[in-house]
């Protein structure tokens, strides 16, 4: 079996918003097309063209739109993906990574509804941007604060990962 069928089924990091804000277009992708498709096609400063993550055809295992995705969406291969397909890490282990990523951001969003925001709504980076720009309120103790801390901590351990692990 092929790393992308045991790995990629089981993370979807880079299709719901944990590892990138947005994917652009390359040039020979269809935006039209992809808009019916259900991407949100935006433009990116003057020329570019980009759809936002969390991606909207991504089922939180599965490409809706797997055999019809844009060029960007085809030429990624993760680290992960990468070290695993060269034999120079196992399944086993990648899936535990996956697992500990997973976990990690799953910590940071649940974290960021506490803070009153819906992660869920735009790209991880964005509701911890977001959050890490509202004044703390401390009328009512520290808990606004320490919330604060931890969501630092968090972000900051699963950034740590992602650039260790995936990103490379």
């Known amino acids: 079996m092929h790393p992308v069928d045991q790995l990629c089924t ?3 990091l880079c299709c719901d918003s944990t590892l990138f804000a947005d994917t652009e277009l ?3 992708d269809d935006a039209k097309q992809l808009a019916q498709l259900g991407l949100t096609i935006t433009k990116k400063g003057r020329r570019k063209l980009a759809f936002a993550q ?3 055809c991504f089922d939180g295992k599965y490409c809706k739109i797997y055999q019809d995705r844009p060029t960007q969406c085809r030429l990624f291969e993760c680290g992960l993906l990468k070290r695993t397909g060269a034999g120079k890490m196992n399944v086993d282990t990648a899936l535990k990574t996956i697992s500990e990523a997973k976990t990690l951001a799953n910590k940071v969003r649940a974290l960021l509804r506490a803070c009153g925001l819906n992660p ?8 911890y941007s977001e959050a890490m720009s509202q004044p703390i309120d401390l009328s009512h ?3 606004a604060a320490v919330l604060h801390g931890q969501l630092m901590q968090a972000f900051g351990d699963l ?6 692990e995936f990103l490379q």
């Open 54 to 56: 969390p991606c909207a």
């Open 120 to 127: 869920e709504e735009k790209a991880l980076i964005h509701s």
């Open 141 to 143: 103790g520290d808990e």
């Open 26 to 28: 390359r040039p020979e």
């Open 10 to 12: 089981n993370c979807g």
């Open 159 to 164: 950034m740590k990962l992602l650039e260790k």
